[in-house]
């Protein structure tokens, strides 16, 4: 999946763990921000794509293959591998701690230590499930080389790759998990009112919207599957344009189109 619908949805997931959270306005901005970083984490592992990537980090690392046969291979490094595991979202969230450990506490003992951690119990959580639904997510799209993501590396088997969605334009989602941020802002915004109630209005708003796009993906009509690189990619592209033209109508599907063509990434 794109880019942008996985910082979309991390960010999604932080308002809801904002709206369990009592303390002020930086801490749930905090989470939700660090939650859009956290669903974006595990496409790092593209960076074998980059044109640089040879001369600099290959070189660094002895790395014997070139980036682009990094990316389509099965290495621990190589895309949908390692950074596309549970394994790593809970390193990634203990980092983050740690991080936050040394930055912030004034003595280092257990004590600061399991308080640190009481305090920042709904950011950890938030950043982790965040990172998960980036493994979520993909695992809709076409089998290509991997057949799935890593999800419980080292453990050999992938997940996933059921070509339920292509690769991009999934217009339909985006728009789904737009609406559960702005929701989930109005509710976050009326808390003082809402009380109590807050946080469980906006989770069930999240499972709402977590309903639909699982229907969405599971209806479009098309198999876009494939394995290895034997793909036709322009009929796939063209198709997956047409369902979501089809869905959304002409106007929204021209906005989108729109948007589609200003932004520089795969969207
Ligand atoms: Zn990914």
Redesign the pocket.
Known sequence: ?DIIT?GLSGIAVGTVAASFASKGFKNKASIILLSGFAAIL??LD?ISLWSKFDGSIGKLFHLHHKGKEIYFSKLWYS??AFL?SVTAALILTLALFFIRFFAFAKSYTFAVFSKLFKNDRLLLLSFFTAFLI??I??MPTPACVWGG?AFLWPAKAYWGGSGDIWWWNNYDIFLIIVLVILLNLVVLACSRWLKKRTGKIALSIFIIGFICCFIQIKTRGFDFNYTGHQVDFEAYETKSLQIQRELLGEKVYGWMRKFDRKVKVNF
């Open positions: 999946m996985h595990p496409d593209a895309h949908h596309h980036h493994l997510e993909d993501v």
